[in-house]
């Protein structure tokens, strides 16, 4: 399915003076082809990058179209990344406190949290 032209042009990721290009929610509504508070809902959830100026969400185009380009799947893939890294580096710190005190409580709560 492609994009239509009149919607491509509000997704390129500057206005043509080489400034970033911020959508209107109900922009984004009709590009997602979804009810505007469903906009609103994604924005505060963070799932869309969006900045609130007032009342109003202005939607980010470069990110919407690398949304609409990879989908979901790519931002699921940086969501589990980032919790891997987290859980990785958690498991580190624990390491190295258990090292550094020598307690075999902490021991234990490494191999609990790697099996």
Do not use: F, Y
């Amino acid at each position: 399915m492609s994009t239509p032209d009149a919607v491509q042009v509000m997704l390129d990721g500057d206005d043509g003076g080489g400034q970033p290009r911020w959508l209107t929610a109900e922009e984004t509504a009709a590009i997602l082809r979804v009810h505007i508070s469903t906009i609103h809902d994604m924005c505060r959830r963070g799932q869309l990058v969006a900045m609130k100026t007032g009342r109003d969400w202005r939607i980010s185009a470069a990110a919407l179209r690398e949304k609409e380009l990879l989908g979901d799947v790519h931002i699921k893939l940086v969501h589990d990344i980032a919790e891997l890294s987290a859980q990785k580096t958690a498991t580190l710190v624990m390491a190295r406190l258990a090292g550094a005190i020598g307690q075999d409580v902490v021991h234990s709560r490494i191999e609990k949290a790697t099996e």
